[in-house]
């Protein structure tokens, strides 16, 4: 597609079982980001690709959170054991540049809502 | 600690008039700076961005002003149409160092144009 698909867009679980999210990145683009957007915040980072390589999950707020990204391509955010304060958009991003200042082309989001 | 900050959680204007969204920045590395509009349901969409060796960059009916002495910037839309109703994110990036690839968000100003 043209632009960063995301799915699912909208998941609910129960608090304990685990979730994976997908990200499309837009066809070529080096590098990968996901961010996380709790209700009423900005979106906040947590972890950057660039090709297949994870270079930065820093703002990975726990072990619970894993990020891949095998091909250099599609990317999966994990969450183990989801928690209710785990609730929160997630957004995938992508970009043609290898680091650097630029912008950044955003998927749709997916909504997660831990019960 | 918010590196970024949107004071304003919201602004309305009317249709025709100049909407005025201000942001606030800490951090002294923070070299490049970007706004990034939201409407619901949609990931965050790139508008315009201006490097720390600029004041003022214009694009359209969208100008950045700079002020990096009272690290102070803002965003103006003249003249504001209902289309530009959306969630604004001002957003900073340090181009220096390890992580220029990260972007730190402000919260969201929420303005609506009123017809």
């Known amino acids: 597609g043209a632009g960063v698909s995301q799915s699912p867009r909208y998941k609910v679980a129960k608090r304990g079982q685990d979730v994976a999210l997908r990200c499309d990145p837009i066809?070529?683009?080096?590098?990968l980001f996901w961010y996380q957007q709790a209700l009423g915040q900005g979106p906040e980072f947590l972890t950057y690709f660039q090709n297949e390589a994870q270079l930065d999950k820093s703002g990975l707020p726990s072990d619970r959170f894993f990020a891949e990204r095998p091909e250099g391509s599609v990317s999966t955010l994990k969450i183990q054991r989801t928690q209710q304060e785990d609730s929160a958009v997630y957004l995938c991003?992508?970009?043609?540049?290898?680091?650097?200042?630029?912008?950044?082309?955003f998927g749709e989001g997916s909504r997660l809502t831990v019960l | 600690d918010q590196q970024v900050k949107q004071n304003s959680p919201s602004l309305s204007v009317q249709e025709g008039r100049i909407s005025i969204l201000n942001c606030d920045y800490t951090n002294s590395m923070f070299d490049y700076f970007l706004w990034y509009k939201k409407y619901p349901a949609e990931g965050p969409t790139f508008l315009i961005s201006i490097s720390s060796i600029k004041d003022k960059n214009e694009d359209g009916r969208f100008t950045v002003f700079l002020n990096k002495s009272a690290k102070h910037l803002s965003l103006h839309i003249v003249p504001s149409q209902p289309g530009d109703s959306a969630v604004y994110f001002c957003?900073?990036?340090?181009?220096?160092?390890?992580?220029?690839?990260?972007?730190?968000f402000g919260k969201g100003t929420l303005l609506t144009v009123n017809p």
């Open positions: 991003a992508s970009s043609s540049k290898r680091r650097g200042s630029g912008e950044l082309f």
């Open positions: 957003a900073a990036q340090s181009n220096s160092g390890g992580s220029n690839y990260k972007l730190t």
């Open positions: 066809s070529g683009h080096v590098s």
